[in-house]
């Protein structure tokens, strides 16, 4: 079974940036993304990636985060920039039972991670 422990999240001002990393034990090769869930709103998806390395993201976050995954590793990571406070909320990595992410990459994840906290002060 897949177990997925997230790490980086941290308070940080307007502007800022953070790096968030997810490690996977159990891993297989699936697509990996990370979801964002903002005090008191759903989570949604914010960026995928396959073990090929294709990307997915929100268009809220386009320009601004970078999804890159280290398959021998067992890691993704969510590089964020220019961070704003919109983004402050809790973070989870997540897994997908499937190789390839599909037509829809935001959804059916079957394992997630605990997620991480993000604050971004204005």
């Known amino acids: 079974q897949v177990q997925l422990v997230e790490s980086g999240g941290g308070s940080v001002q307007a502007g800022g940036s953070l790096t968030l990393s997810c490690a996977a034990s159990g891993y297989e090769l699936r697509c990996m993304g990370w979801f964002h869930q903002a005090p008191e709103k759903e989570r949604e998806g914010v960026a995928g990636i396959s073990p090929l390395g294709d990307t997915y993201y929100a268009d809220s976050v386009k320009g601004r985060f970078t999804i890159s995954r280290d398959n021998a590793k067992g890691t993704v990571s969510l590089q964020m920039n220019s961070l704003k406070p919109e983004d402050s909320g809790m973070y989870y990595c997540?897994?997908?039972?499937?190789?390839?992410?599909?037509?829809?990459?935001?959804?059916?994840?079957?394992?997630w991670g605990q997620g991480t906290q993000v604050k971004v002060s204005s």
């Open positions: 997540a897994a997908k039972s499937a190789f390839s992410c599909g037509d829809t990459w935001d959804v059916d994840y079957v394992n």
